[in-house]
């Protein structure tokens, strides 16, 4: 009698937790197989333009600023890439603090790095950091047909044979830093549709770990495959208890 | 059917808190600067700043061969005789690698991780992982001349560290005295 109570107390407690659960397993089936196909399947390629979306992931719905450099618009994208009018460039780390052209050159000037790229766009060189910028840049101006950074320690200028920056020894008096504009609204548009930055492969990687809500969904996804684990046990349970009945009955 | 509605009624009851989820970007480490890194690479000497240009045919013959393409026009690199000292940026998963390479008679002498800007594998940095680099070579179908043993968790990082690897060697070959000693 107390063993037929305890299988009748599993099976119901199978039941519930199953029932509870089948959603999650369904979807959790679905997302690490793709999860695991994912550069196949082009997943890492494709990217989410819905606004609701990445408004959610905390995007900042700002207005896209850059900077102008005659007819030109330098900006700077969610995905840390940096455009030239509607042509993708090379990663720029941190915000875009400026952009001016030298000789047959653009100099763009990024809060942790500088690019120096052709009249085309094509990137010649780049200087981080770790390569000894002097980061964190605040701005760029131009003096003297020179292209000057603001850097902590001051106005610095650069020698773009070198990539190297060195104290500006003139008068700072006057010298400001180019100020941001606001591109037209067509170039905005076509920004917002190139650069891509939330692909499906992070999508499912935060539904499927739960992260997409924060801990509140790590917890949840938590309790789900502590609920997995109990349909395990439970199953394997009955199972024993099934098997050893219909082996006293023979 | 009665535990059934207890079960629903606990989960409206349940708090899920649709809290933004920002992917913010791991915050970079820096580990090596560039004097700093020299300064190691030619033990105080003073190297000689070179600069190597790469046309669309060298950009060609490094995808043909590496399989990589350099996206920069221009990669600076130090000398002293015949040792070269590279510093180059690789993507990780999403991030770059800024890593230093230092190169004699055409094989590394030392990689070194000078910063590092994922959220994970940078295991990388550590002496037991760019101690295998130590002696490697080209081969002539562009791969090292001995298997890299990765590291777990970190297979994205570790590839970066090759591509680099593979590219300082490349280059260095293309210098004057790489193509002289060709």
Redo the contacts between chains.
Sequence with gaps: MRRVSLVGWLWRWHRRGGLLVALFVLFMTVSGIALNHAPDLGLNRHFLGWRWLRDFYGEQAVERIGFAVGARWFTRGASGVLFLDRQRVAPCEGTLVGAAASGDMFVAACAEELLLLTAEGELIESLGRSSGLPAPLRGLATAHGAVLLAAPAGWMVLDTDAMSLESFGGSAAGIAPFAPGTPPATLRRTLERSDGWLSWERLLLDLHSGRLFGRAGIYVVDAAGLLFAMLALSGVSMWLFHHRRRGRRE | MR??AR?ASW?RRA???????????AA?E?Y????QFLAEAFAGAQPE?KTLWLTSALKAQAEHALGLAP??????YWRVGERTAW?L?EIGKEQ?I?LGVVIEQHRIERVRV??FRESRGWEIRHDFFTAQYRGLALERDGALSREVDGITGATLSVRAVNRAARLALWFDARTESGLAAR
């Design positions: 535990a059934l079960g989960c708090a899920v808190l649709l809290a933004l989820c920002v992917s913010g970007l970079a820096e090596l600067g560039r004097e700043v996206m920069a026009l221009r990669v600076r510093i940026e770059p800024t000078m910063a």
